[in-house]
């Protein structure tokens, strides 16, 4: 049974930062490409950021990209999300999700974790 | 970025009812669009890849059409199971977008 587990999550004062990680099994790792979405409360999904199988090709949204950085161990089958210079506008749920093979399509995803940056 | 618009935002519908959700993208995805169904607290499930590809295990009353710019998602006899948020999602490009999302609520 494909299993995707967050942890990590909390309060967090605006610029400061914060680690989510994402423990994954029941699934060859390394043969997906992996991925963090968010929800900020009462709103829609957004995807966050994106890494390939091999960790080759990393891609970010706009609006996190040069304070989020994605990354992932095979040898732990865990994938990360290091979120610095927090704001206000970045609490949300954050999702790890796997993509299918060979599109960015969310097939399976974790059960959320909270993420609220506040003074 | 590609924009994705979903319509309407909200949908009352009784059981029974055939409920047709709509996503238009900014600009043609060809058929790279999935739909997601989200339930409060929970996490989103993959229905639709592909516009019209179905998941595994995904009831035979879902289904979804379209190309370019236009896709519908179909439920055609709305169940009590239903009742949710559903999603469109774009992946034309590495830089996935989504739909403000359609929430279909009990008449």
């Known amino acids: 049974e494909v299993q995707l587990v967050e942890s990590g999550g909390g309060l967090v004062k605006p610029g400061g930062s914060l680690r989510l990680s994402c423990a994954a099994s029941?699934?060859?790792?390394?043969?997906?490409?992996m991925n963090w979405v968010r929800q900020a409360p009462g709103k829609g999904l957004e995807w966050v950021s994106s890494?390939?199988?091999?960790?080759?090709?990393?891609y970010y949204a706009d609006s996190v990209r040069g304070r989020f950085t994605i990354s992932r161990d095979t040898a732990k089958n865990s994938l990360y999300l290091q979120m610095n210079s927090l704001r206000a506008d970045d609490t949300a749920v954050y999702y790890c999700?796997?993509?299918?093979?060979?599109?960015?399509?969310?097939?399976?995803w974790g059960q959320g974790g909270l993420v609220t940056v506040s003074s | 970025d590609i924009q994705m618009t979903q319509s309407p935002s909200t949908l009352s519908a009784s059981v029974g009812d055939r409920v047709t959700i709509t996503c238009r993208a900014s600009?043609?995805?060809?058929?790279?669009l999935a739909w997601y169904q989200q339930k409060p607290g929970k996490a989103p499930k993959l229905l639709i890849s592909?516009?019209?590809s179905l998941e595994s295990g995904v009831p035979s009353r879902f289904s979804g059409s379209g190309s370019g710019t236009e896709f519908t998602l179909t439920i055609s006899s709305l169940q009590p199971d239903d009742f949710a948020t559903y999603y469109c999602?774009?992946?034309?490009?590495?830089?996935?977008?989504f739909g403000g999302g359609t929430k279909v609520e009990i008449k």
């Open positions: 890494i390939s199988s091999s960790s080759s090709y990393i």
């Open positions: 600009q043609s995805i060809s058929s790279w």
């Open positions: 999700a796997r993509a299918v093979a060979g599109a960015t399509v969310f097939d399976y």
């Open positions: 592909k516009a019209s």
């Open positions: 999602q774009q992946y034309n490009s590495y830089f996935v977008t």
């Open positions: 029941g699934f060859t790792f390394t043969s997906y490409s």
